[in-house]
């Protein structure tokens, strides 16, 4: 019982300050939508929210952070929001290995965040996310399309047979 008049709390806070004027910081927002503080990085300069949940972070500049796993955060975050979920997810990319994944949705749970790759997702717990994470202009790693735009402009030296050697099983590549 006490759940649901934290989350009526919640409600009520945020109607009143949007209609009050008050301009709530995006881990307030987050928060209000029963979302960690934590899911974005504190390099945002802007954002938009609209009645109907669609909203637009802008960051300072493209960056990078260490969430258990790389994560790349565009200048521009896109999506819907609604409690407890982001569904639509734009501008937000994480490492898996070798492959950057384009994130499409975030859920929260009672103790874990899930995050949607398409058809697929991944839950991490809860208490990554309950500050913003430290982000930085680079990274060891680069998006694939970073990746690939610097080896079609010559300034990355590849070796694709070696790099398939190493990451395709052996069946594949015969």
């Known amino acids: 019982m006490a759940g649901h008049w934290a989350l009526i709390v919640a409600m009520v806070v945020g109607v009143l300050a949007a209609a009050a004027g008050v301009d709530a910081t995006v ?4 928060k209000n939508y029963g979302l960690p503080a934590g899911l974005l990085p504190s390099t945002v300069k802007s954002y938009t929210l609209a009645d109907n949940g669609k909203f637009e972070v802008k960051l300072d500049a493209p960056c990078y952070a260490k969430i258990e796993d790389d994560v790349y955060y565009s200048n521009s975050i896109t999506g819907t929001l609604s409690f407890g979920k982001i569904q639509g ?3 937000i990319q994480a490492r898996e290995g070798w492959f950057w994944l384009c994130v499409t949705g975030i859920v929260a749970r009672s103790d874990s965040i899930e995050f949607q790759v398409g058809p697929f997702s991944k839950s991490l717990d ?4 309950t500050v913003s994470p430290n982000c930085k202009s680079g990274s060891n790693g680069k998006t694939f399309s970073e990746w690939l735009s610097q080896a079609l402009n010559g300034d990355l030296k590849v070796n694709v047979a070696s790099i398939l050697e190493e990451n395709l099983p052996r069946k594949m590549l015969q």
């Open 27 to 30: 881990t307030e927002i987050l």
């Open 89 to 91: 997810l734009d501008g």
């Open 126 to 129: 809860i208490d990554l996310f």
